[in-house]
């Protein structure tokens, strides 16, 4: 049995509008589990929902086979972390952790103890006194995280903990959320839109459309073996060339694009005649000047140096779309130039087309 479940859990804000639909989500103890999708798919409602925010109007949330689905969020021992770090700003570092330890009503020796290692935990020794209006967004957020944690919660929840902060910041926080999450190995859901979070951070990225998971599985697997054009694109993909599947052998179809076939991998099982959409990563296509095997036409609009490579802007038909080459390659391509893109097998992947 997973440690935490959502058993078909439906969410509406108003009578009629579900956000979220039929929605089961199994998680391991210890588990990093990212939510992962674009803006109002309803990741934050699903993290709410497990918080105790929001109540379903149907299904059940169990954490160790018991039924929390009515138990009140102040009762349900799980730690909450806000984008927007919603510190007390009256209290000073060490007041704003120890919060929950007092509502708890542990005494002042453990709370002083449990403060102070959770403040430690996250490189804020020194700072207790500290008024949280006097902090960096950095230092505010890690106090979120220390007093998220002090209580020893069953889960921690963190809503996009990291977009208030800048780039550099960014990327040294979240090393410091993985390592943090492993030395306590506590269970995790982490809401983000950004895909690359999710493949550093998670064991398993579960991705959402419309309020319904579109895919779940490691980061590995997501990133490599998307399901859907939509995951595709969320994932980093571009969407190439329609076309229709004429053959398939083992886990390769043949597609029948502008008067060519090209063999590209499957991931879903596909049909014979099925309308599909070739999708490629910007580093794996390779520009060059003659025909040949798995190559497509295409015509140069512009290229844009971006340091340590080229970013080439491409058009087959009316689809524009983006190579990325080394900067010594660039020299041999010019504007409205016809070209052809060479894409291993491998490294092409053929999805079912969606309706828009
Ligand atoms: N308090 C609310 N009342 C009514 N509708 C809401 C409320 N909060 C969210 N919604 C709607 O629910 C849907 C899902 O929102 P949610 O905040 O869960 O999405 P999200 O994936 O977390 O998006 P974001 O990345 O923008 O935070 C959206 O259509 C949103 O408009």
Redesign the pocket.
């Known amino acids: 049995m997973a440690f935490l479940q959502l058993q078909n859990i439906s969410v509406a ?2 009578k009629n ?1 579900m ?1 979220l639909e039929d929605l089961n989500l199994q998680i391991e103890k210890g588990t990093f589990l990212s ?1 992962l ?12 929902t497990i918080a105790g925010f929001l109540t379903p109007i149907k299904g059940k949330i169990l954490l160790r086979g018991n039924d929390y689905t009515q138990i009140p969020p102040h009762r349900r021992n799980m730690g909450v972390v806000f984008q927007n770090y919603a510190l007390f700003p009256h209290m000073n570092v060490f007041q704003n952790v120890a919060f929950g330890l007092k509502m708890r009503k542990l005494n002042k020796n453990e709370i002083d103890q449990k403060v102070r290692k959770a403040i430690a935990l996250v490189g804020l020794s020194g700072f207790e006194e500290r008024s949280v209006t006097q902090l960096s967004g950095g230092q505010q957020q890690r106090v979120a995280i220390a007093r998220a944690v002090v209580i020893e919660p069953d889960v921690l929840l963190m ?2 903990p990291l977009s208030n902060l800048d780039a550099n910041l960014r990327l040294e926080m979240r090393n410091e959320i993985k390592q943090l999450q492993e030395k306590l190995g506590i269970t995790t859901v982490y ?1 983000t ?1 950004d895909q690359s979070e999710a493949v550093a951070l998670s064991d398993q990225i579960v991705v ?1 459309k419309n ?1 319904k998971i579109e895919q779940i599985g490691n980061p590995e697997n997501v990133f490599a073996n998307p399901e859907t054009a939509f995951v595709a694109k969320f994932m980093g993909f571009q969407e190439l060339i329609k076309g229709v599947v004429k053959q398939i052998i083992e886990n390769f179809a043949f597609i029948i694009t502008e008067n060519r076939i090209i063999r590209a991998r499957m991931i879903t099982p596909l049909k014979l005649g099925e309308k599909v959409v070739l999708f490629s990563r910007p580093k794996k296509i390779k520009l060059v000047k003659d025909d040949g095997e798995n190559r497509f036409s295409a015509t140069v609009i512009s290229k844009i140096f971006q340091g340590d490579s080229v970013a080439i802007i491409l058009k087959i038909g009316e689809k524009r779309f983006v190579v990325e080459i080394e900067p010594s390659q660039a020299e041999q391509f010019f504007e409205n130039q016809n070209v052809f893109l060479h894409i291993l097998s491998e490294d092409l992947i053929a999805l079912k087309e969606e309706d828009e």
Do not use: A, F, N, W
């Not at 999708?37 to 709410?48: A, F, I, M, V």
């Open positions: 804000y108003q509008l956000i939510l999708g674009p803006s109002g798919c309803g990741k934050t409602t699903t993290l709410r809503d996009e809401v839109h959402m309020g």
